[in-house]
């Protein structure tokens, strides 16, 4: 099944995400006072998405001075619980993206290779930049673990696109 590329420049689909530990989700693509940052991991199984989001729970003052996080995956709010407290991550970890929400965003979806790695589809990583519109800025994503982008150099670009308005690349 292929899935489109999402299409920046253009408002993204509302989606909301039931975030661990608080009442209530985060939506994405609505308008609101900040850009968001939205990283899509492929969940606990994932050793190579620890790390990156270890990485990220490291510089996250530095991001979250410049914009809102948003960690989503796939996974059960009791695995997402699990993660949280094995890595101690201060972001806020959201959990339950739906195949729907991955297609949407353009995602590649993976099915398990055997019940020791999860129960059920998931989605490989992804990164969007949104602006205050609920528009798209910013795409990165992957059809594997392997492929992340930096996340020293993803914030100093979003910082620069931030400051200085920059328009949208990649529509044709």
């Known amino acids: ?3 489109p590329k999402p299409r920046v420049g253009e408002r993204l689909e509302e989606m909301s995400f039931p975030v661990l530990g608080r009442e209530g989700s985060i939506t994405v693509g609505q308008p ?8 899509v991991y492929r ?3 994932c050793p190579r998405c ?3 989001l270890n990485k990220l729970n490291a510089a996250l003052d530095n991001w ?9 995956s796939a996974d059960s709010e009791d695995k997402a619980r699990a993660d949280q407290q094995e890595f101690g991550w201060n972001f806020e970890l959201c959990y339950g993206m739906s195949e729907a929400q991955m297609r949407s965003l353009g995602l590649y979806v993976s099915a398990p290779l055997s ?5 059920k589809l998931f989605a490989e990583p992804g990164s969007f930049g949104i602006r205050p519109d609920g528009t798209l800025m910013l ?3 992957s ?4 492929a992340r982008p930096d996340l020293e150099e993803l914030l100093d670009g979003m910082k620069f696109n931030i400051e200085n308005n920059r328009p949208v690349r990649g529509t044709a």
């Not at 609101?32 to 990283?39: A, P």
């Not at 059809?143 to 392997?146: F, H």
């Open 1 to 3: 099944m292929s899935s």
């Open 115 to 119: 019940e020791a790695e999860t129960d």
């Open 64 to 72: 979250t001075n410049v914009l809102d996080v948003v960690v989503v």
């Open 43 to 45: 969940g606990k199984h």
């Open 50 to 52: 620890k790390r990156f």
């Open 32 to 39: 609101k006072d900040r850009w968001t940052m939205l990283f």
């Open 143 to 146: 059809n594997g673990p392997a």
């Open 139 to 141: 795409v990165d994503i």
